[in-house]
């Protein structure tokens, strides 16, 4: 069974204070890991997909980093319009489906 | 933003009563997906189509039926609600099986 945990579940920084989001995974064979940002009341917006160890995605002030085992989401000195909900979820080979991490909880403060 | 809508946004009803929610895309992907959103549980899959009168379960089906019969529309029907099934319910869309673009939610409450 494929399953995904995010840590921490709430992160609290202050603006400018860079850090880093982590998913852990096991799958049966990776065929992707993607990166959601949810802002309250409503749908995940997409980020990134990685699909191999070692990829890198970036996007503005958030980088997406892939190993065999974890992603993390790195963000560099974060705003307050960071502040969201994180998910990661991944996809196994031969697979239609995710499935999802829980989220972390960011909370950027000025 | 990706075509997706979803009706009604936010529904209450009452125990025993059947309640379909509604998806409609204008991207004309083939995958279509419905999830809830619970506290503590995150997103998790209920039904999905990979086609038209294509369906399979997910992890949390029980209690829920769907049917697709165009590919732009994908409906979820609870056959008797219960407040257990008080949720925010995402229909989500893909193209390729890869990455999935969200639906704005729909906030159901079972009294």
């Known amino acids: 069974e494929d399953q995904v945990t995010q840590s921490p579940e709430a992160l609290r920084l202050q603006e400018g204070e860079s850090s880093s989001l982590n998913c852990s995974y096991t799958?049966?064979?990776?065929?992707?890991l993607f990166w959601y940002r949810q802002d309250p009341g409503k749908g995940p917006e997409f980020l990134f997909t990685?699909?191999?160890a070692g990829e890198e995605k970036e996007k503005e002030r958030l980088k997406a980093t892939l190993t065999k085992k974890e992603s993390f989401l790195h963000i560099t000195a974060p705003k307050p319009e960071d502040s969201a909900t994180y998910l990661c979820a991944v996809q196994a080979a031969e697979d239609s489906t995710l499935t999802f991490g829980k989220g972390t909880m960011l909370l950027v403060s000025p | 933003d990706a075509g997706i809508t979803q009706s009604p946004r936010h529904k209450v009803t009452e125990t025993g009563t059947p309640v379909t929610l509604r998806c409609h895309q204008t991207?004309?992907?083939?995958?279509m997906y419905w999830y809830r959103q619970d506290p503590g549980h995150g997103l998790r899959l209920i039904h999905y189509?990979?086609?038209?009168?294509?369906?399979d379960k997910g992890e949390v089906s029980d209690g829920y039926s769907v049917s697709r019969s165009k590919t732009e529309d994908f409906l979820l029907t609870l056959e008797s609600a219960t407040s257990s099934q008080t949720s925010v319910y995402f229909c989500?869309?893909?193209?390729?099986?890869?990455?999935?673009?969200f639906g704005p939610g729909t906030r159901l409450t079972v009294l």
């Open positions: 991207e004309n992907h083939r995958y």
């Open positions: 189509s990979y086609g038209v009168k294509d369906t």
């Open positions: 799958v049966s064979g990776l065929r992707g």
């Open positions: 990685l699909y191999s």
């Open positions: 989500a869309i893909s193209q390729n099986y890869n990455e999935q673009f």
